[in-house]
C-alpha cells in the first residue's frame, strides 16, 4: 500500500510563493508517476502538473505553465510542487497522486493513490 501526505499550504497573498511537497511511503517511490491536482469549492478536481519517475518528462495545466514548477527527490520518496506568482483563482486544496504507468495522464482516474490534500487560499 502507498501513502501519500501533503504539505506546505497555507495562506499567500497574490503574487506571493508556496512550495508544497507530498511525502511517498509504504512502496519504491522511484517507480512511480506523481501529480499535482486541485479542487476549488464547487468545482470538479483539476489537473495541474505531473512528473515521470525519472524526471524526464513532465507536464503542466496551460493555467499554471511558466508560474509552477514541478520536482522531485527520489532518494527522499518526496514531490515537490513550487508555485510562483500565485493568483486567487488559484485558491484550491491541492492533491498529490501516483500511479505506476509512465504516461503522463491528465485525468484523475488515472491514478491509483491520493494524499488528503492541502489548502492553498490566495488573497487578492
Known amino acids: 500500500q502507498v501513502q501519500l501526505v501533503e504539505s506546505g499550504g497555507g495562506l499567500v497573498q497574490a503574487g506571493g510563493s508556496l512550495r508544497l511537497s507530498c511525502l511517498v511511503s509504504?512502496?519504491?517511490?522511484?517507480?512511480?508517476?506523481m501529480g499535482w491536482f486541485r479542487q476549488a469549492p464547487g468545482k470538479e478536481r483539476e489537473f495541474v502538473a505531473a512528473i515521470s519517475w525519472s524526471a524526464g518528462s513532465i507536464r503542466y495545466a496551460d493555467s499554471v505553465r511558466g508560474r509552477f514548477t514541478i520536482s522531485r527527490d527520489n532518494p527522499k520518496n518526496t514531490v515537490y510542487l513550487q508555485m510562483n506568482s500565485l493568483k486567487p483563482e488559484d485558491t484550491a486544496v491541492y492533491y498529490c497522486?501516483?500511479?505506476?504507468?509512465?504516461?503522463?495522464?491528465?485525468?484523475?482516474?488515472?491514478?491509483?493513490?491520493w494524499g488528503q490534500g492541502t489548502q492553498v487560499t490566495v488573497s487578492s
Open positions: 509504504g512502496r519504491t517511490f522511484s517507480g512511480y508517476t
Open positions: 497522486a501516483a500511479k505506476r504507468t509512465a504516461v503522463l495522464h491528465t485525468r484523475s482516474a488515472a491514478y491509483e493513490y
